[in-house]
């Protein structure tokens, strides 16, 4: 170890006394070849990105229940139309149930009344008569039986309102109650994505580029995890910007023109915008 050190201070009093440097000369060739790497193309517009899902959908209730049946998994793909969670709502059932009894015995007596004569049996007697019947009288009798219709109505919508439902074909993403748990209104209770269609988003896009982007500009996009490159295009860019580590940018999203095998949302991209 002793030896290294002589060894290189015996360099250093050597070089000290060896005067100035001999300058040595940068060809111009090797100058151009710098130049050239730190000018951007004017053409070009490079941002890094990530893969996000086309549609994200944080899901509740309007209602304050116990959960009373989960009927999917975190990562099942659901349809349209599909039941996703039920709450716990029997008043709400019953409610239901004795609306469509009232409607339909109004709307029966409606009927009843809707003929132009009614027969009569005197009791006493037995004789029969007929007699008429004015149209008002009808007419209010249907217009009870609307009315029962429209609360019979309004408690069907408040018990679907029990019934978390697919807006549209998607992934579970995210579960966050259990059956027997109690729940609020607007509480997220499920995150629902749609894993199918994928497409890029900026995050550090600068106010001094967005300027030159515009809807419809072709995109090359190179996906580093699956090392591959895919062409897409402007579909939106944000008006409002943000703010990442102390520097204003504008989020850009981009549409695939097809969709890599084993692209994954999160992944992580770059992509050159052409601009012209």
Same mark, same amino acid.
Request: aromatic share 6%; hydrophobic share 45%; proline share 5%.
């Given at each position: 170890?002793?030896?290294?050190?002589w060894?290189?201070?015996?360099?250093?009093i050597?070089?000290?006394?060896?005067g100035?440097?001999?300058?040595?000369?940068?060809?111009?060739?090797?100058?151009?070849?710098?130049?050239?790497?730190?000018?951007?193309?004017?053409?070009?517009?490079?941002?890094?990105?990530?893969?996000?899902p &086309?549609?994200?959908?944080?899901?509740?209730?309007?209602?304050?229940?116990l959960?009373k049946?989960?009927?999917?998994m975190?990562?099942e793909?659901?349809?349209?139309?599909?039941?996703?969670?039920?709450?716990?709502?029997?008043?709400?059932?019953?409610?239901v149930?004795?609306?469509?009894?009232?409607?339909?015995?109004?709307?029966? &007596?409606?009927e009843?009344?809707?003929?132009?004569?009614v027969?009569?049996?005197?009791p006493?007697?037995?004789?029969?008569?007929w007699?008429?019947?004015?149209?008002?009288?009808?007419?209010?009798?249907?217009?009870?039986?609307?009315?029962a219709?429209a609360?019979?109505?309004?408690?069907?919508?408040?018990?679907?309102?029990?019934t978390l439902?697919?807006?549209?074909?998607?992934?579970?993403?995210?579960?966050?109650?259990i059956?027997?748990?109690?729940?609020?209104?607007?509480?997220?209770?499920?995150?629902?994505?749609?894993l199918?269609?994928?497409?890029?988003?900026?995050?550090?896009?600068?106010?001094?580029?967005i300027?030159?982007?515009?809807?419809?500009?072709?995109?090359?996009?190179?996906?580093?995890?699956?090392?591959?490159?895919v062409?897409?295009?402007v579909?939106?860019?944000?008006?409002?910007?943000?703010?990442?580590?102390?520097?204003?940018?504008?989020?850009?999203?981009?549409?695939?023109?097809?969709q890599?095998?084993g692209l994954?949302w999160?992944?992580?991209?770059e992509?050159?915008?052409q601009?012209?």
């Amino acid at each position: 170890m002793k030896r290294y050190i002589w060894l290189f201070v015996l360099i250093l009093i050597l070089t000290a006394c060896s005067g100035n440097p001999t300058p040595v000369a940068v060809s111009p060739a090797a100058t151009s070849i710098v130049e050239t790497t730190i000018v951007s193309d004017p053409n070009v517009v490079v941002a890094s990105a990530v893969i996000a899902p &086309a549609q994200i959908s944080e899901l509740g209730f309007t209602v304050s229940a116990l959960v009373k049946e989960t009927l999917v998994m975190e990562g099942e793909q659901v349809r349209t139309g599909q039941p996703l969670i039920v709450l716990d709502t029997p008043e709400l059932e019953f409610a239901v149930t004795a609306a469509e009894f009232d409607y339909k015995s109004k709307s029966l &007596a409606a009927e009843l009344q809707k003929a132009e004569k009614v027969k009569y049996v005197n009791p006493d007697t037995g004789k029969i008569r007929w007699y008429s019947l004015p149209r008002e009288v009808y007419l209010k009798a249907l217009s009870k039986a609307d009315q029962a219709k429209a609360v019979w109505d309004s408690a069907a919508a408040s018990l679907a309102e029990s019934t978390l439902i697919a807006p549209y074909d998607g992934t579970v993403v995210d579960l966050q109650v259990i059956p027997g748990e109690i729940v609020q209104p607007n509480q997220v209770v499920l995150t629902l994505a749609d894993l199918k269609h994928l497409q890029i988003e900026t995050t550090d896009l600068s106010e001094r580029d967005i300027t030159r982007v515009q809807l419809g500009q072709s995109v090359d996009v190179y996906i580093e995890a699956l090392d591959v490159t895919v062409t897409g295009k402007v579909i939106r860019i944000s008006p409002i910007s943000k703010t990442v580590g102390g520097d204003v940018v504008y989020p850009v999203t981009i549409e695939l023109g097809e969709q890599p095998a084993g692209l994954l949302w999160g992944m992580t991209a770059e992509v050159q915008i052409q601009t012209k």
